[in-house]
């Protein structure tokens, strides 16, 4: 059974903890495992570091919320758990609710007048070019990510 790390801002909701344990059974219903960042019981930074790190080691899969979360970027944890799943030759998926390309979003320069990346992306290219982005919630996820794995060219 193949073990799919459930990345995201989840984590700080008031609910993490019922929320995890839905996407867990969501997994189980598709024929996954899922891997919540809170399975394990932790109390200081390093803890919370090493133990999500040796479970994104053990997983074959990321699934990563990368809604926009306090301001129009993804969350920062999340954005390194791909990156760290990418070195280690995981599957990355993402999963937004808006896929609109960043300049639609921003145009071409925010703010603060720093230049919009034009790629076509709704996330940095670091992080859309190594993941398959799902437009939709969790679940559209996971249902692309079970078709994916019952069908080897998609």
Do not use: W
Not at 12 to 24: E, N, R, T, V
Not at 45 to 51: D, G, L, R, T, V
Not at 75 to 90: Q, V
Request: glycine share 10%; hydrophobic share 35%.
């Amino acid at each position: 059974m193949k073990k799919i790390y459930l990345a995201g801002f989840d984590v700080f909701s008031p609910d993490s903890l019922s929320i995890g344990a839905y996407m867990k059974k969501l997994c189980a219903s598709y024929g996954f495992e899922g891997l919540f960042p809170l399975d394990n019981e932790c109390h200081t930074a390093e803890e919370i570091f090493m133990s999500n790190t040796a479970m994104i080691r053990s997983c074959d899969i990321i699934a990563a919320n990368m809604n926009r979360f306090r301001g129009f970027e993804p969350d920062s944890g999340t954005a390194f758990e791909l990156g760290f799943g990418y070195s280690l030759g995981k599957d990355l998926y993402c999963y937004m609710e808006d896929t609109s390309p960043m300049t639609k979003l921003l145009g071409s320069q925010d703010s603060n007048g720093y230049y919009v990346e034009d790629f076509g992306n709704p996330l940095n290219l670091m992080l859309s070019v190594p993941s398959i982005v799902i437009k939709g919630g969790f679940e559209d996820c996971l249902s692309y990510i079970a078709l994916s794995a019952s069908d080897p060219d998609k």
